[in-house]
């Protein structure tokens, strides 16, 4: 199964990955809290990655809530009653699920039941509950899979190895990143200065700076801001923009208060004709077909 919502900047996203495994995507870029709700059976176990942002769990009909604040986790798993996900998406939130039930997961960690508290044989039938912060590594995986831009007719195995990536980070007991696969990571200071690298280049998509600016800019070398870019974004720099810069032009265009040149304008394109074939490229038609689409 693999349904799709979207609404403007709003997305839920549900993807089933393997036999009682399914990932989650919740990505809300607009001003209101986005509201989603879904059955889940007391035999998984929930995963709650909050990459940005914050979002609100509500329990029991709302009588009782929790909020999960940006860069950390939850755990939840109750085998004696169901845990409905009825969730408040706060405003500029991403947030990733990873639902899986127990008997997969025994499947998966059987031989590390002896660390994981809630495996041993005296707690698996008691509920468990675990908060913490996301590690860079697990930062790493949880924005390769809101990022994926991949063909979709590899989908369901990327996100199959991701979710197993992401698990294993999850329980490893030193939470080292891998240094020789990701030399960047051993200080946690530049996965900020990449994530304030994209934020400089969203925020100047018009006239974003070149490479070596930007890299001057973050305090990071250029070949440290390309690999770590890669590794956190799964792009490089400026496919990363492009890709944004067209949805940005794709929402203008629906909300119906800019002609094509306008929209063009406004994510940097100086000539139409650039825009338009950039556009094209992108959706596989042109900018004023798409508004003729619309209605």
Excluded at 237 to 242: C, I
Excluded at 254 to 259: A, C, F, K, L, V
Aim: glycine share 4%.
């Amino acid at each position: 199964m693999n349904n799709q919502k979207n609404v403007a900047t709003r997305s839920y996203n549900e993807t089933k990955v393997d036999d009682d495994v399914f990932v989650l995507t919740f990505h809300n870029e607009t001003t209101d809290s986005q509201q989603v709700t879904r059955e889940i059976g007391s035999n998984f176990i929930q995963f709650h990655f909050s990459i940005k942002g914050s979002s609100t769990f509500n329990f029991n009909e709302g009588r009782y809530s929790l909020e999960v604040l940006e860069e950390n986790s939850l755990l939840l798993y109750n085998p004696q009653r169901e845990l409905p996900i009825d969730l408040e998406v706060k405003p500029n939130s991403w947030l990733i699920t990873v639902l899986i039930s127990i008997k997969k997961f025994h499947g998966l960690f059987s031989q590390e039941a002896d660390y994981i508290t809630f495996l041993s044989d005296d707690n698996r039938d008691k509920k468990y509950y675990k908060d913490g912060k996301i590690s860079p590594s697990m930062a790493i995986v949880l924005n390769q899979l809101i990022h994926f831009n991949l063909n979709q007719s590899i989908k369901h195995i990327y996100f199959k190895g991701k979710t197993l990536e992401l698990l294993s980070l999850y329980f490893n007991r030193n939470e080292e990143a891998d240094i020789e696969q990701c030399p960047f990571l051993v200080d946690e200071t530049n996965v900020i200065k990449i994530r304030r690298a994209k934020d400089i280049i969203i925020s100047r998509m018009a006239e974003p700076p070149s490479l070596q600016e930007l890299s001057d800019e973050i305090g990071l070398s250029l070949k440290k801001l390309k690999e770590g870019f890669k590794q956190i974004y799964g792009d490089t720099v400026f496919s990363f923009l492009l890709d944004y810069k067209m949805e940005v032009a794709r929402k203008l265009l629906e909300s119906g208060d800019h002609n094509v040149n306008e929209v063009g304008l406004k994510v940097g394109y100086s000539t139409s004709s650039h825009f338009i074939a950039a556009f094209k490229k992108k959706y596989g038609t042109t900018p004023k077909k798409y508004l003729q689409s619309l209605g």
